[in-house]
């Protein structure tokens, strides 16, 4: 959606000189290409469900029980899925019946459960992925020392600002590199 205001509006594009022409052109570009990534990665998820036989929300659900820092419980699920309490039930009984994990008593609270994968489900998870970690790796091992800077520092950034957002934070300003903060753009009704 085109806003005048907006970083690289018409406005204040004719403004600008040739180097911050040039910036604005390059950023534009690694947006593109983070979104491109965005998108295909939600295709590599469901690709990645389709290899296992399985829902995209049992992908989703077994996504945040591997790599959590510690073991949830349903009702934790449930809100990290964005669902409701039954559904996160329904969704929790079919990965057990199916194997993929497995209930324990919370360690400190004995009304309350603990979801944890099982390893076989780690097993069928990582031979699935393996290919896709083999390419992704492959290309990472041809960067250069500074470059593989600049994508750790960049992707970190990024993870940064997208968790921001998804907690509803809403002033995102990073700062720029010199010390610049971005123009903010305006929300609907402000004026630029």
Do not use: W
């Amino acid at each position: 959606m085109y806003h005048p205001c907006m970083p690289g509006g018409a406005r204040e594009h004719r403004n600008r000189g040739p180097r911050e022409r040039e910036v604005t052109r390059r950023v534009r570009e690694v947006s593109v290409a983070l979104r491109e990534v965005q998108r295909v990665s939600l295709d590599a998820r469901q690709a990645l469900a389709r290899r296992l036989g399985l829902g995209i929300s049992d992908v989703n659900a077994l996504d945040q029980l591997v790599f959590s820092a510690e073991p949830i419980g349903p009702a934790e699920l449930a809100a990290r899925l964005g669902m409701t309490s039954a559904s996160a039930t329904v969704l929790v009984d079919r990965l057990e019946k199916a194997g993929h994990l497995r209930r324990a008593p919370h360690p400190r609270d004995r009304r309350r459960q603990t979801l944890h994968p099982t390893d076989h489900a780690r097993e069928e998870i990582s031979a699935a992925l393996s290919p896709l970690i083999t390419a992704l790796d492959a290309t990472a091992a041809g960067l250069t020392a500074d470059q593989a800077a600049a994508v750790i520092k960049y992707l970190t950034a990024a993870a940064d600002v997208l968790r921001a957002y998804a907690s509803g934070t809403t002033d995102l300003v990073m700062e720029r590199p010199g010390g610049q903060a971005p123009r903010r753009t305006p929300r609907a009704g402000q004026a630029c």
